[in-house]
């Protein structure tokens, strides 16, 4: 279940879940509440992963106290922020913030996707991190370059990592 609010820098992450069509999706007004929904619907049911979406900058950052209390509780969420093209990262661009260096205290694991290529990787990692060990958030930034660029995949080369 994936709970979020919409916005440029993660309209395309969104567009290309509605092309898949399998992922059950609640709009929320605001990120924080957002979060709560996804760490609700973790608690509800064992094995259960919430899946919090944001735009960038202020979002990203509106979920910080959600992923410490996830961390504190030991609750899997995932957590998935657009951010600006790679190209203005670290450029003071608009609603641009460095969301893995501020998130990175409370998940278990916070990145900066930059290259496309590393978009499967970086799932399959954080799904292995959610789950392993004392369970925990994690969380995924993704550029909107990055978003938009098609990759190759192919699902039957895919190996699950040790848990």
């Known amino acids: 279940m994936t709970f979020g609010v919409s916005g440029a820098a993660i309209n395309p992450f969104y567009a290309a879940m509605c092309k898949v069509g399998v992922v059950v999706y609640m709009l929320a007004r605001h990120v924080e509440g957002a979060f709560h929904m996804a760490e609700g619907y973790t608690r509800t049911k064992a094995g259960n992963i919430g899946v919090c979406i944001g735009i960038s900058g202020p979002a990203g950052t509106d979920m910080i106290t959600g992923l410490y209390s996830a961390l504190g509780g030991s ?20 609603q641009t913030v460095d969301i893995k260096a ?5 998940t278990k694991w916070a990145t900066t996707v930059l290259e496309p290529a590393q978009v499967p990787r ?3 990692h954080a799904f292995q991190l959610m789950r392993s060990s004392r369970p925990g958030p994690v969380l995924i930034d993704l550029s909107i370059d ?10 039957d080369t895919y190996e699950p ?3």
């Open 161 to 163: 990592l040790p848990a």
């Open 146 to 155: 990055v978003q938009m660029t098609e990759i190759e995949f192919d699902p």
């Open 122 to 124: 970086a799932f399959q």
């Open 102 to 106: 501020i998130a990175g205290p409370v």
């Open 75 to 94: 609750f899997p969420i995932l957590c998935i922020t657009g951010q600006a093209p790679r190209a203005k990262l670290h450029k003071e661009d608009f």
